[in-house]
């Protein structure tokens, strides 16, 4: 058993800390902020029963609460009392409530006064020149003092976005005194929250969120997204060339009399598919679909869909229906899987796709059923890598017919 299992002095600093921490000593320290204070600290006190079996423990305790006080110190913690008429102990006054009366107090005891005061030094600066950072300094207060040597070059980003908003060139192109393109790659949430704060709505597109949408989001430039096919029809090469990778807007823009569009994932797969006539093959995509949505030619042609034969390959399919919805499978049915039966692999428990899928038709969905219930073998896959060439080969003769 604690032989002092009242609240002591120290208990009272560590709640005083944890206000700290928290950042609601400094965010109070702002205009038009709630005060804490007077601040009621939590209190486990001394009983009646207390007095009877444990009283020179109660004395002393009352002892160091009044040494550690600010009738004692001139700062630090109030103490309002309570008078208890014991039978035994006679007349006893014991501590009923701790008060902080100000601020000033709680950072003297805690021993964060020149921290405050630089604070305050700071939000001043801040709030000067950008009013409407009130509300995040509110919020973020420790994370502002945190950065106090980084705010000469977070103003400068600031002011720069504010007399240049949506300046459409590439963050690296950005020409800000003193400010470097890692500084603020490498703090572009800190930045957006700022950025947020301080800039117009027109300024701001609101659609693209977190780190991978700080470009969009503040009109920067983006790195192109990119498309990788191979020509199949040598009569259709670009100036020789049969194997590319332009931006998804290029590739939109072609004008070519393609009739048979091939879409894989594997990159061995797109490099080595066989030639073919007015054909093309597209190739790894992954789940980054989108970029074949709206191309006039695309609906054009006809297009097939090469996929592993497992939960992911055909929810992939499933999502290339909506950008393309007249897009047919190939080699993902179930004679392919019986086929290769000896080359059957396992897809990650924990990474297997389970939900519905709407938009496959009727043997894929079969199939695609199979495999998320554990039919045939539990978690199976075959990659496409592994179907043999032949079978490739021998359905490419069947289109071509």
């Known amino acids: 058993m604690n032989d002092k299992p009242w609240t002591r002095p120290k208990d009272l600093v560590d709640q005083l800390r944890k206000h700290w921490d928290s950042g609601r000593l400094l965010a109070e ?22 007095l009877t079996e444990r009283f020179d423990a109660v004395r002393d305790w009352v002892g160091a609460l009044i040494e550690h006080s600010r009738d004692k110190r001139g700062h630090g913690y109030d103490i309002e009392w309570r008078t208890i008429n014991h039978r035994t102990r006679g007349r006893n006054d014991l501590p009923k409530a701790i008060i902080v009366p100000s601020a000033e107090d709680a950072l003297r005891l805690i021993g964060k006064t020149a921290q405050a005061r630089q604070f305050d030094q700071l939000a001043a600066e801040l709030l000067a020149e950008f009013p409407t950072l009130g509300d995040w300094l509110a919020r973020r207060p420790m994370e502002a003092l945190k950065r106090a040597d980084e705010w000469p070059r977070l103003l400068a980003i600031l002011r720069h976005f504010r007399d240049h908003p949506r300046p459409g060139v590439y963050l690296r192109q950005l020409d800000i005194p003193g400010v470097d393109t890692k500084f603020i ?52 090469a670009l100036e020789g060339l049969t194997d590319l990778s332009v931006p998804a807007e290029e590739f939109a823009g072609l004008d070519w009399p393609v009739s048979e569009v091939f879409i894989t994932e594997n990159e061995i797969n797109g490099l080595a598919f066989p030639a073919h006539p007015r054909a093309i093959v597209v190739f790894g995509l992954g789940y980054g679909l989108e970029r074949l949505a709206g191309i006039e030619w ?104």
């Not at 430039?221 to 029809?233: N, T």
């Not at 990650?348 to 998320?372: H, I, N, S, V």
């Not at 075959?382 to 289109?399: M, N, S, T, Y």
């Open 298 to 401: 695309l609906n054009q042609a006809r297009c097939w869909y090469w996929g592993d034969i497992d939960t992911h390959g055909f929810a992939i399919l499933n999502r290339l229906r909506h950008h393309l919805s007249g897009v047919r499978s190939f080699l993902m049915d179930r004679a392919t899987l019986d086929a290769h039966r000896e080359l059957w692999g396992r897809e990650p428990e924990d990474q297997r796709f389970r939900g519905e899928l709407k938009r496959l038709e009727e043997p894929e969905q079969a199939l695609y059923q199979t495999l998320r219930d554990d039919v045939l073998a539990p978690c199976l896959r075959l990659e496409q890598e592994h179907v043999r060439f032949a079978w490739l080969k021998r359905f490419l003769e069947q289109v071509r017919s």
């Open 29 to 50: 320290r702002l205009e038009e902020r709630e005060s804490l204070f007077p601040l009621q600290l939590r209190l486990k006190k001394a009983t009646s029963r207390d």
């Open 185 to 236: 790659h490498a703090r572009r949430g800190l930045v957006g929250q700022l950025l947020d704060a301080v800039l117009p709505e027109e300024a701001i597109d609101r659609s693209a969120g977190g780190v991978r949408g700080f470009n969009r989001r503040y009109g920067l430039a983006s790195r192109p997204v990119l498309v990788r096919f191979r020509i199949l029809d040598p009569e259709l």
